[in-house]
DNA sequence: CCCCTTAGTATCTATAGGATACCGATGATT
DNA sequence: AATCATCGGTATCCTATAGATACTAAGGGG
């Protein structure tokens, strides 16, 4: 039922709420905070510049998302002395080591769009009582 | 900014909030989808055995993700006529083929929660009075 | 003096998630 | 025969999170 990999993390257990990875997995999960690190996968980038790519994220919700993956060492936060303010978010080495799983799993949702939408459609037809069957 | 692929879903663009594409991609996201899917790797899973293995979740919640993925077309769901009843949720072709980007992902989780753990304490002890430095 | 910019906060509301209780059907138990 | 246990959920209530919107601070320029 498990699999005890021999190398890092072997006691990690992501079905264990207790256990650190749980949460670190949800947090990649988070709704926002995937799509802010690959918005910064070329560079940093600041506040506004990441309210615009990563629309429609209201300013509350990307500071929170934001203050989250510099907490969890993903991102850095490097404020300029200017006025108007300038902020600079940045991936760390951590956080650009999430953008390969990131694009694995980006470019499965993209390429599989048409069958989820084609089961939607079979679902909803399925109960709109113009069912094909039964 | 942007990198068109040649390949299969050049259209599709998560940041695009109206792109299906970001909906399928925050779907993998959902808080429980993703374990759900995992748990039901290796073959079908009743209701019951569901909640067992993916604790701490709630059996409406739980319902709502089962649904969802269903109407996904993620995962069949089959109900045996017997008493007490009998639903057994399993995987489609759709669903398994999402297996291998959430190993990646959870591959990474399990492997990097001592860097984030780690990159926790160094920001919380920033903001407990005990800075190293400043 | 007022307006422009940027990077947020403050406040309020809407929606989702979570805790808990309950239901329907039936076989086993007493 | 009445009761209990099982299973797969619903119904109800409450809270936590997300979202919408307005506002602030700190200057520079007109």
Chains 1, 2 share one sequence.
Not at 3 to 11: A, E, I, R
Not at 108 to 118: F, G, H, Q, R
Request: aromatic share 6%.
């Amino acid at each position: 039922m498990e699999t005890l990999l021999p190398g890092p993390g072997p006691s990690a257990d992501i079905m264990d709420p207790l256990c650190p990875s749980r949460v670190v997995f949800q947090r990649i999960g988070d709704k926002w905070a995937s799509l802010v690190v690959q918005v910064l996968a070329d560079g940093p980038v600041r506040f506004s510049e990441l309210r615009k790519h990563v629309h429609v994220i209201t300013p509350k919700v990307l500071t929170q998302t934001l203050r989250t993956l510099e907490r969890d060492g993903l991102i850095t936060r490097t404020v300029f002395a200017q006025v108007p303010p300038r902020v600079d978010y940045q991936l760390t080495a951590l956080g650009e080591s999430l953008l390969g799983p990131l694009t694995v799993l980006r470019d499965w949702a993209e390429s599989n769009v048409p069958s989820i939408l084609d089961a939607r459609d079979a679902y909803d037809d399925a109960r709109d009582g113009t069912l094909p069957e039964g």
